[in-house]
């Protein structure tokens, strides 16, 4: 399965939906399994859910393993609800994802992609393609 097109997909609909963009970003995290109530710091501590399994995204982005559309969903619903700053840290710390790996690289896209929603400076509207330009093999 593409995951990273499934991925941009699932996002399109959900900015379809009318959320606030705080909403928009807890919604996607369910995409990894992370609730949207008071029990996502449990879904969130342990990984989640591969609820998009498989392939799809580029290279810098890409640990060769089905998770990564979890992982991207996943961080962006921590981020929502922690920041930026903290989130970056714990992906470093706790999981031990350095900047120079696929997974790190992973991360920052999600924090970049949740601050950037947040903030307004990305729409809704556009994030489906942010997803399929920055982290999806063949872009569409």
């Known amino acids: 399965m593409d995951a990273c ?14 959320y ?5 970003l807890k919604e996607l995290g369910r995409i990894a399994g992370v609730r949207r109530g008071p029990l996502w710091v449990f ?33 962006v ?6 920041g930026g700053r903290l989130t970056r840290w714990l992906t470093v710390a706790v999981l031990r994802d350095g900047p120079d790996t696929a997974d790190g690289r ?13 903030s307004g400076e990305l729409e809704q509207a556009d994030a489906s393609g942010w997803v399929r330009r920055r982290l999806c093999h063949a872009a569409a």
Do not use: K, M, Y
């Open 20 to 24: 606030s963009n705080g909403r928009f």
């Open 5 to 18: 097109a499934a991925l941009a997909d699932s996002i399109a609909r959900l900015a379809d939906r009318g």
């Open 77 to 82: 619903a921590v981020t929502a609800r922690i």
């Open 106 to 118: 992973l991360s920052e896209e999600a924090i970049e992609f949740a601050c950037a929603i947040r």
């Open 43 to 75: 879904d969130a501590a342990s990984g989640g859910r591969n609820r998009l399994s498989g392939r799809g995204f580029r290279r810098p982005v890409d640990d060769q393993t089905d998770g990564q559309a979890r992982h991207f969903a996943g961080t």
